[in-house]
């Protein structure tokens, strides 16, 4: 990470992480930077990482035995299958990776970046309303 776009609290929530949620978190880290370079990640909700671009495109959230990825798109398509909850919500959905299990970083980067293709077109909200 450069200094133009790490910041350095989602630094301290990573490290303070298991070292299993620290690889998952920089995993995902690096594929929302490397989606786009103009990503930049800051924290919400008092303490959650988030990764934006014209808009929010995912978060983390390290919990007992996961670490969940919040997806703010609930139209970017998932080919792969990688979501695991929140498939009929109106807003978003989950990308729960427990410990030892692969990440498909092909298919979360093309996802990563399908919704910063929706987020430069005006929003999923917008493009919701104009399908």
Known sequence: MTDKVSDPRIDAYIDALP???QDICRTVRRLAHAADPAVTE???RS??????????I?????????????LYDPLVPDPEGLITSG??????????????TAINE???????Q???????AGGWRKLARER
């Open 114 to 120: 399908a919704i910063i293709a929706h987020n430069r």
């Open 19 to 21: 070292s299993w949620q």
């Open 58 to 70: 995912c978060a983390l959230l390290a919990t007992k035995d996961h670490v969940n990825v919040f």
């Open 87 to 100: 498939h009929d919500n109106q807003t978003g959905r989950t990308i729960a990776i427990y410990q030892g």
């Open 42 to 44: 800051t924290i919400k």
């Open 106 to 112: 092909e298919a979360l980067l093309a996802m990563f």
């Open 47 to 56: 303490k959650q990482p988030y990764f934006v671009l014209e808009g929010n």
